[in-house]
């Protein structure tokens, strides 16, 4: 299977998070690259992926928390069921030796992570472009209503 690599096509114009999801991209990219080698290899690349996209679910949550999202929504839900299926895989592979799971993770979140991108994560810069959210301040220019929050992740699909 192609490998994902980066792309403009990937880019949902907020920086921060095209920064994370391009480092995203590349973790993935070196796990791709361990497939055919040795297990010990691509395990470690798989759990530097796991690392990293512990944080990057966390920043994208704690974004959504700031801006008027309840803390069940759509978003955060893939994001959990994604970690949880990650964490699972790295487990058979460490403590059962089956990597099987794993390998077929790593062409899975391929094809998962465009959808996800352009879908959910492109939703939420929409969102924090429109309160006027500043990550760096953590500030809204017009914060969100508390009694509007939002169960969905403000996709077209999402209802
Ligand atoms: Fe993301
Ligand atoms: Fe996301």
Request: glycine content about 6%; aromatic content about 6%.
């Amino acid at each position: 299977m192609t490998p994902l690599t980066w792309s403009d096509n990937l880019a949902i114009d907020h920086p921060q998070m095209d920064r994370t999801h391009e480092e995203f991209v590349a973790l993935l990219a070196n796990a791709a690259a361990a497939l055919p080698g040795a297990d010990a290899p691509l395990l470690q690349a798989f759990d530097e992926l796991i690392t990293h996209t512990v944080e990057h679910f966390a920043q994208e949550e704690r974004w959504m928390a700031a801006t008027g999202f309840a803390p069940e929504n759509c978003h955060a839900f893939q994001h959990q069921a994604v970690l949880g299926v990650m964490s699972e895989c790295a487990k058979r592979a460490r403590e059962g030796a089956d990597f099987e799971p794993l390998r077929l993770a790593v062409d899975e979140l391929a094809i998962w992570f465009p959808q996800h991108a352009q879908m959910m994560d492109a939703a939420l810069a929409q969102h924090l472009a429109s309160v006027g959210f500043d990550p760096a301040t953590g500030q809204c220019a017009t914060p969100p209503q508390p009694a509007e929050a939002l169960t969905g992740c403000g996709g077209q699909r999402c209802g």
